[in-house]
């Protein structure tokens, strides 16, 4: 009987993350796809959740919903999970004590960002305390914390010791993501009528972005602002030399949507430099939109020659090509590195892993 790989699929119900829960959803589909011959993938879900993918050869269903059961493996207590190959797309993963070697059990998470230790601020304290909790349980009982940019993993290796467990296994846009057919009336409803460039980062970063977006003559439109965040932000554009009516703040909006706005912006400017799988550069990659993004690891390593990696200093310069000599240009580099990324390879790697363990 071939190897049988469980995978986690905690967020089918209650969904904390929505691009933690589609990633998993997605790597799962690709699992599937390119399980070895003999293999097969299973799902471990939360009580009342139903994985409903096809291919899956089993699902087992816990006593507890994804709440309770995220408290308990918070306290290693994991009743009903059961041994064999688990991974978990990441931190929520029964960590608890077992043997690889004679038993041949494996637990694997993933660690897509540090901000629960770079910056808590931004965080609610109950996730950072359970994002902190549950890493010193990985450092303890898991097989592999897999992270998703060489980046991430120099500044983990660095904090924890985990050493040799840490694999770098990069993630991918959501599977199929494509300008929707109603995209007009989408941008209609979210996007300002002229020109203008997507903003992504925090409240403290997203002043350059501003900056940036006046100097091009163009609207500011930012993604994914935390509840309560517009005022705020406004007033930062106001005083990076945007008017409020050309400053446009959405929160977190649904896969169709953001397709949507990509596909009629001028650029993405990501000015976010913390440790994190950028979800959004990837996506405007895959549409090839320009991309401007501030120095940091995890950009040079996501975006590579596939956008303008530059320095504060130099994001309103960076935009003003972005929009106008080098639109062309950037849009052919970002759409051939988006070619990078895949489910499917990285379902590939991840079979590897295990296979490797």
């Known amino acids: 009987m071939g190897a049988r790989l469980r995978v986690v699929l905690d967020q089918q119900v209650n969904v904390v993350d929505p691009d933690v829960a589609l990633a998993t959803v997605d790597l799962t589909r690709g699992l599937i796809d390119t399980a070895p011959s003999g293999c097969a993938v299973e799902a471990i879900l939360p ?37 064999g190959l688990i991974h978990s797309a990441s931190l929520m993963a029964p960590l608890v004590r ?14 897509w ?29 898991a097989d592999a914390v897999v992270v998703p940019t060489h980046a991430v993993a120099a ?23 494509v300008v929707p057919l109603d995209a007009v009336s989408r941008r209609a409803a979210l996007a300002p009528a002229g020109r203008y ?15 940036a977006a ?43 949507d953001r397709a949507a706005l990509f ?4 650029a993405l400017i990501a000015t976010g430099a913390e440790t994190a799988w950028p979800w959004r550069v990837i996506e405007a990659m895959t549409l090839g939109v320009p991309v401007v993004a501030v ?11 596939g956008g303008a990696v530059v320095g504060v200093d130099e994001i309103a310069d960076a935009v003003v090509d972005a929009v106008g000599a080098g639109a062309r240009r950037l849009s052919v580099l970002a759409a051939d590195r988006s070619r990078a990324f895949s489910w499917m390879s990285s379902a590939e790697r991840v079979w590897g892993l295990h296979a490797d363990l």
């Open 98 to 111: 077992h043997d690889r070697v004679h038993d041949n059990d494996q637990t694997t998470a993933t660690v």
């Open 155 to 177: 500044r983990l290796a660095d904090s924890t010791k985990l050493g040799d467990r840490i694999r770098v296994i990069p993630g991918a846009a959501p599977q199929g993501f």
């Open 47 to 83: 009580a009342g959740a139903s994985a409903d993918l096809p291919g899956l050869a089993e699902e087992r269903v816990l006593g507890l919903a994804r709440r309770e059961l995220a408290a308990s493996w918070q306290l290693g207590i994991a009743p009903g999970v059961g041994g």
């Open 263 to 266: 596909a009629g912006a001028s």
């Open 197 to 211: 460039v997507v903003l992504t980062g925090s409240e403290r970063s997203l002043v350059e972005g501003f900056r």
């Open 214 to 256: 006046a100097a091009a003559d163009a609207d500011a439109l930012v993604l994914d602002a935390p509840e309560g965040a517009e005022p705020r932000l406004l007033d930062v554009a106001a005083a990076a030399g945007l008017p409020e009516s050309r400053a446009h703040v959405r929160g977190a909006l649904p896969v169709e």
């Open 295 to 305: 120095e940091s690891g995890v950009h040079r390593d996501v975006i590579v020659d």
């Open 113 to 141: 960002d540090l901000r629960a230790w770079e910056s808590p601020d931004l965080l609610p304290k109950s996730v950072v305390a359970w994002q902190r909790a549950m890493l010193k349980r990985a450092v303890k009982h």
